[in-house]
C-alpha cells in the first residue's frame, strides 16, 4: 500500500507548475486532494481578449461564467486580470466581459493592454471602475490605453486607493491638466 502525499508537499509542487496550464488540468483530475490547489493555479490568471472571432470569446466567457456560477469557490481564486484588445463597440463582447469582470472582487492585479476606453460599454466601465475600487487590488499596468480625457484618467485612478504599483502607458485625446478633479467613486463598488 502507498502513502499519499502530505497536503503542503502537493500544493508546493502544484505551485511551481503555475504557468503549465495543462499538466494544472491534468494535476486537476489526479484527486480531490489536488484538485483546489490545481484550480488555483488555473484561475489564478484570466486573460480576456475579444480579438479573437466574436463567437469564441463569448463561448470562452459563457463557461468561464458557468464555472464559477457551479464552484463560485473559483472566483476568490482569480488573482490577475488582463484585458487585452477591446478597440472597438460591441455590445454583446462588452456585456459578457462584464460578466465575468463583476465576479472579481479579490483580484491583485489588473492589465489593460490596448484599450479604447471610449468605445466601452457604460456597464463595462462601471465594472471596471468596481474593481479599481476594490481593496484587494495592489497593483495596475496599462499598455497602449486610450482615454478621451486626462481628467477622466485621473478621476479612474483616484478609484484605485489601495494601489501599491502603478506602471501607466495612457494617451489621453484631451491632455488638458484640469484643476481640479470630480471623483465619484461610491456609486459603482459593493463588496
Not at 463567437?55 to 481564486?77: G, W
Not at 486626462?150 to 478609484?159: D, H, I, K, T, V
Not at 495612457?170 to 459603482?188: F, G, K, M, Q, R
Request: glycine share 2%; charged share 20%.
Amino acid at each position: 500500500m502507498q502513502l499519499p502525499l502530505p497536503n503542503e508537499l502537493v500544493d508546493s509542487i502544484i505551485d511551481n507548475l503555475h504557468s503549465d496550464i495543462a499538466s494544472l488540468l491534468e494535476c486537476a483530475l489526479v484527486g480531490r486532494a489536488w484538485a483546489r490547489s490545481s484550480q488555483r493555479g488555473i484561475f489564478r490568471q484570466i486573460v480576456l481578449n475579444p480579438f479573437l472571432r466574436t463567437d469564441d470569446y463569448l463561448k470562452t466567457t459563457e463557461r468561464l461564467v458557468a464555472a464559477f456560477d457551479a464552484q463560485p469557490r473559483l472566483e476568490s481564486y482569480v488573482r490577475s486580470l488582463e484585458l487585452r484588445g477591446f478597440w472597438s463597440t460591441n455590445t454583446r463582447v462588452d456585456a459578457a466581459t462584464a460578466s465575468v469582470v463583476q465576479r472579481l472582487a479579490n483580484m491583485n492585479d489588473l492589465t489593460l493592454s490596448s484599450i479604447n476606453w471610449t468605445v466601452l460599454s457604460p456597464m463595462l466601465k462601471a465594472k471596471l471602475t468596481g474593481i479599481f475600487q476594490s481593496p484587494s487590488l495592489r497593483q495596475v499596468f496599462s499598455r497602449d490605453l486610450h482615454m478621451p480625457a486626462f481628467a477622466e484618467l485621473a478621476s479612474l485612478l483616484a478609484c484605485a486607493r489601495h494601489l501599491k504599483v502603478l506602471d501607466l502607458s495612457a494617451d489621453c485625446v484631451d491632455s488638458t491638466l484640469p484643476t481640479e478633479i470630480a471623483v465619484d467613486c461610491s456609486e459603482v463598488y459593493t463588496p
